[in-house]
């Protein structure tokens, strides 16, 4: 973080968030409704044949990975297609790289609040799962947390694909090669013991593999062995991943 | 003190040199012109002044700070109407300043009322709560100076400020430029047309390729390249017509164009008078020389880009 402060970044979040305000019904929605379109069609839907998982029901297997999945998306969408946005089409970088900002102000800025909208997302969504009585106390406090360190590990990933991307349309094989594939196979739907070895090792090394065990294991009060190496995991990616990507994308906009 | 001060400035991208090697010495409280044709190396020049673009080579001085170690002060004490408007589409006319007060840690309270000030000082006021994309050109325009002076800057970077502007639009925009430099304010200002460069500018220098041909203020620039006058012989294309005026000159200093002659010097008009009368000319025409002669005398005629 060489030459980013406090205040800079702090200005750069403001505008990002003074935006999301002025539409924040629109933007509060999905995270609201979606959880009941999964939690009834999977949860009770295909609950119904599946009855137990792990020795608990269908529902609450997977309405902690729901509230994960948001967590990965709505920070890699917003690092990805709105912060390319904001730097290719709209020139918001340029004109605030005018001011006293530097670049590594606006990016933190920018993965930051990613992260926080991931936060606030996942949120959002806990309300419902609680409704549905899907969630225990106190361990799913910690749920905002998660959510913020996992938002900043994804929110990293995507702004490291904005710096390599040339044209907006090639986003597109991001989230068909990397966010698809995490979304099926990450012990979200199913345990990740139903995989083939090989498939696990992979599987093992995905950052939503790690996002859900621990969203998992603060929503049921019940953590999984793997926890603590998850917690090293996304601890040590929230910031690493961010730094890296603030680095290559600081070298594209700097000329 | 100067405002600016440049000593072997560079800019290089890969293997193109934008930049190359040019010194400045901008006086504080002038309005000072950087002309020269397309890819002259204005803008890449004007990035680097306002500390966002770091050189490739030179020291570079803006406002006594050190450009490549106290960039942050350094924007924070400018103000930059950039080539391209860059208003944020996400944000109202109103919004668009205060927001971008926050970025130069202007009180929240302060900022309204300087955005507010402003909408007035640039005839804003009645498209306060308008979205960008409702704006004509010239609005936006005015919108980006506004957002520009939301640090009460003490230098002014504009890079042509009035492309695709209407008359009436460019003439309130001199205006204000003259207001604000009679303010106290130090004013760098990139442009293509040279009436404006001529009326605005206190000293310009010309670059091209990357390079200065020429400085100095506009009426000595004049003066030392042209003369006072210049005298055009219009004829239809004919080599053999063109010749024998070029012949008749004897020497005075000229451009010969396709379809014309033009003749620069003093006390032209005898000279008008005798050519006119031996020669088959379809009309000529004494005029003043103005600072468009002389930067098509420095720079050529071959198009650029
Ligand atoms: N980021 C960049 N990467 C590579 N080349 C660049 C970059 N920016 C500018 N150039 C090149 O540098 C040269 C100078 O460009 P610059 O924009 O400074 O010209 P200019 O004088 O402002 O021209 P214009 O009047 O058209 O605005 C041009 O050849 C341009 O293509
Ligand atoms: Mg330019």
Known sequence: MTDATAAGVRAMVGRNFEVYKKTWKVNALPPLAEPFLYLIAMGYGLGALIEEVQGIPYIRFIAPAIVAITMMQTAFMETTYSSYVRMYFQKTWDAVMATPLTPTDILWGEVLWAAFRATINAALMSLVVAAFGLLSYPTAFLIPVLAFAIGMMFAGIGLYVSSRVRVIDQFSYAFFLFITPQFLFSGTFFPLEQLPDAARAVAVALPLTHAVQLVRGAALGDWPDIAPWSVVYVAVAAYVVPALAVRTMRRRIVH | ?305
């Open chain 2, 1 to 305: 003190m100067t405002a600016v001060q440049a000593r072997g400035l560079t800019k290089r991208f890969g293997g193109l040199t934008a930049v190359d090697g040019i010194d400045l010495d901008i006086p504080e409280g002038v309005c000072y012109g950087l002309l020269g044709p397309n890819g002259a190396g204005k803008t890449t020049t004007i990035r680097m002044i306002q500390a966002v673009s770091p050189p490739s080579d030179g020291r570079l001085t803006v406002l006594g700070l050190d450009a490549a170690t106290d960039g942050r002060t350094l924007r924070g004490r400018v103000g930059v109407v950039p080539q391209e408007d860059n208003l944020d589409p996400d944000f109202t006319v109103r919004d668009n300043l205060r927001i971008y007060a926050r970025f130069y840690n202007v009180p929240g309270d302060q900022a309204d009322a300087r955005a507010d000030e402003l909408l007035t000082f640039l005839n804003l006021e009645e498209k306060r709560d308008a979205r960008i994309d409702e704006l004509s050109g010239g609005m936006k325009r005015r919108l980006v100076v506004a957002r520009s002076l939301m640090n009460d800057p003490k230098m002014l970077i504009l890079d042509e400020p009035t492309t695709g502007l209407d008359p009436q639009a460019r003439h309130a925009l001199w205006d204000t430029i003259r207001r604000l430099r009679r303010q106290g304010k130090t004013i760098l200002l990139t442009t293509h047309y040279m009436d404006e460069a001529e009326m605005l500018c206190d000293e310009l220098v010309v670059i091209d390729r990357g390079r200065i041909l020429e400085h100095g203020d506009p009426r000595g620039l004049i003066a030392k390249h042209c003369g006072s006058e210049a005298l055009e012989f219009v004829t239809d294309e004919d080599t053999q017509k063109m010749d024998a005026i070029v012949a008749a000159l004897d020497g005075v200093p000229h451009e010969r164009l396709p379809d014309r002659v033009v003749a620069y010097g003093s006390g032209l008009e005898g000279l008008q008078h005798r050519i006119r009368d031996a020669h088959d000319v379809d009309e000529s025409v004494l005029r003043r020389a103005t600072l468009e002669d002389v930067f098509l005398r420095l720079t050529g005629r071959a198009l650029r880009d």
